[in-house]
Nanobody, 114 residues
């Protein structure tokens, strides 16, 4: 049973950077598409980026050119490099597959101050 453990969040000023990690404890990611989701207060959880087993990446328009999703070769960790952060990026960030397969982890809080 894969457990998702997200880390790397924090408080950063607008324009700053963070690198999020999502580790699969217990196994590797077996699902074809892995993604980073985020949920801001009062809003629905949304996919911000996803990557398939061939390395094809897709991003929501609001993060294109600023965020980069990647995985390690063993497919045990998914990363999200976030640059030029904006206050509207403030949210709890989670990883999971697309479609959702795994039990949600605890997420990691990202707060961007203006």
């Amino acid at each position: 049973q894969v457990q998702l453990v997200e880390s790397g969040g924090g408080l950063v000023q607008a324009g700053g950077s963070l690198r999020l990690s999502c580790a699969a404890s217990g196994s590797t990611f077996s699902r074809t598409v892995m993604a980073w989701y985020r949920q801001a207060p009062g809003k629905q959880r949304e996919v911000v980026a996803h990557i398939n087993i061939f390395g094809t990446r897709n991003y929501v328009d609001s993060v294109k050119g600023r965020f980069t999703i990647s995985t390690d070769n063993a497919r045990k960790t998914v990363y999200l490099q976030m640059n030029s952060l904006k206050p509207e990026d403030t949210a709890v960030y989670y990883c999971n597959s697309v479609p959702v397969w795994y039990t949600w982890g605890q997420g990691t809080q990202v707060t961007v101050s203006s």
